[in-house]
């Protein structure tokens, strides 16, 4: 075998080991995956996507199909730009650079800042495609705790004291995977702390539009002071996420060396799809899909957190998230999800959801999980939540005996 042969980066060791792979497994039979970030099918817009690819094929179809540069369609690009600044993120469209959905935005800051033994701080927990990203370029983490208004910014201050930190990465809204927000107090002494401290912050917020109780607060972005924000959101949460269109922003310096790091990558991000995109925001109200969208997630939230209150054993807390798609399940000490799912959930009720073990850096804290309700109608999801509650019913009495 030509393996044998060959010795292989360390970064392929380092990334195999996250668990991002089971996120979207090859579902068979009756496999109910709350595992996943998936969007609810039946919310996208098949008809206006298929309108606009035949406009755009029609009218601009040579352009579409042709190579263009790793900025992105000007067009959309422009149109991103009128939508932050409805905000109060006044930013132009070359600060605006359109990506392979956000997750590739996450790689390209990593590759931006980070070498082998950097100091970064992320939250406990957080999203695992995020530690996906950075993992391949060998950081050393520093976790910081979520209180039920964001980070525990107390604690953060204390590591800042006495290390270099070189980037701090947050989900301010609806947190993946808790659905905690960041209030607005917390955003505005984070960015007064980076200041102070000269640090990059990494804003990944593909939930920012699916907010559908409390209060809408602005983004990280659109209290920058000095230019140290780079953001990140996405087309894949709230039009189709196989369109795989993305955007980062970014202060025109660090944004002209992604655009260096994008060329070597891939050279560009498909163009058909981002004048598929803008030309869908031109010939339809995307103000009107997203209500609809935020109308039907609230459904659906409601659906899981019944199901819990009816079914969960004594002894679990769940969050109830004002947004996003996840709510975060925590248990006994005891309890292990990872162990849990391999053996008895997985297996036995057909059943997957992600473990909190590959949502810590340290991949030290076992006895919670993270739960999507974004994809499944009311029947589906009662009944995972019923597969799910027998299974922990039965381990916290096998801990218990």
């Known amino acids: 075998m030509i393996m044998d042969q060959l010795t292989l980066a360390t970064r392929t060791q380092l990334t195999s080991q996250t668990?991002?792979?089971?996120?979207?497994?090859?579902?068979?039979?009756?496999?109910?995956?709350?595992?996943?970030?998936?969007?609810?099918?039946a919310q996208f817009p098949k008809q206006a996507i298929s309108d606009s690819f035949q406009r755009v094929l029609a009218n601009n179809g040579l352009d579409a199909l042709q190579y263009h540069n790793a900025k992105g369609y000007l067009p959309l690009r422009e149109q991103l730009a009128?939508?932050?600044?409805?905000?109060?993120?006044?930013?132009?469209?070359n600060e605006i650079i359109l990506t392979q959905g956000a997750q590739q935005g996450l790689d390209l800051t990593a590759k931006l800042l980070l070498?082998?033994?950097?100091?970064?701080?992320?939250?406990a927990p957080t999203y695992v495609g995020a530690l996906a990203a950075f993992a391949a370029y060998e950081p050393r983490y520093h976790e910081i705790p979520l209180e039920n208004?964001?980070?525990?910014?107390?604690l953060l201050n204390k590591v800042l004291l006495t290390q270099k930190i070189k980037l701090i990465y947050t989900i301010p809204n609806f947190q993946n995977p808790t659905g905690i927000v960041m209030s607005l107090a917390k955003r505005q002494q984070l960015i007064?702390?980076?200041?102070?401290?000269?640090?990059?912050?990494?804003?990944?917020?593909?939930?920012?539009?699916?907010?559908?109780?409390?209060e809408s607060l602005p983004s990280l972005k659109a209290l920058d002071t000095e230019g140290r924000v780079i953001s990140l959101g996405s087309f894949s949460k709230v039009l189709a996420p196989g369109l795989r269109i993305g955007w980062l922003v970014a202060a025109p310096?660090?944004?002209?060396?992604?655009?260096?790091?994008?060329?070597?990558?891939?050279?560009?991000?498909p163009t058909l799809p981002q004048q598929v995109i803008s030309d869908y925001l031109i010939h339809n109200d995307f103000d009107a899909h997203l209500d609809s969208l935020r109308?039907?997630?609230?459904?659906?939230?409601?659906?899981?957190?019944?199901?819990?209150?009816?079914?969960?054993?004594?002894?679990?807390?769940?969050?109830?998230?004002?947004?996003?798609?996840?709510?975060?399940l925590t248990g006994p000490k005891s309890l292990n999800f990872e162990r849990l799912l391999r053996e008895e959930v997985a297996p036995k009720e057909h059943l997957l959801y992600v473990p909190s073990t590959h949502l810590y850096a340290s991949n030290q804290v076992l006895n919670s999980a993270r739960l999507s309700y974004a994809t499944y109608d009311q029947a589906t999801i009662e009944l995972g939540i019923q597969k799910l509650s027998r299974?922990?019913?039965?381990?916290?009495?096998?801990?218990?005996?």
């Open 19 to 41: 668990g991002l792979e089971d996120l979207i497994p090859d579902l068979t039979g009756d496999t109910i995956s709350f595992a996943g970030g998936l969007p609810d099918p």
């Open 82 to 93: 009128a939508r932050l600044a409805r905000e109060n993120t006044h930013i132009d469209a």
């Open 115 to 123: 070498n082998k033994g950097d100091h970064i701080v992320v939250e």
């Open 149 to 154: 208004d964001g980070l525990d910014l107390t």
């Open 192 to 214: 007064e702390l980076a200041n102070r401290y000269d640090v990059i912050i990494l804003e990944d917020d593909p939930y920012h539009d699916l907010r559908f109780a409390g």
């Open 253 to 269: 310096a660090l944004l002209r060396q992604i655009r260096y790091l994008k060329d070597g990558a891939d050279l560009e991000s």
């Open 295 to 328: 109308k039907n997630y609230l459904v659906k939230r409601n659906w899981m957190l019944d199901a819990l209150r009816k079914n969960l054993p004594a002894g679990f807390t769940y969050t109830q998230p004002e947004g996003g798609f996840f709510l975060w």
């Open 391 to 401: 299974a922990l019913t039965a381990e916290a009495l096998r801990l218990n005996a």
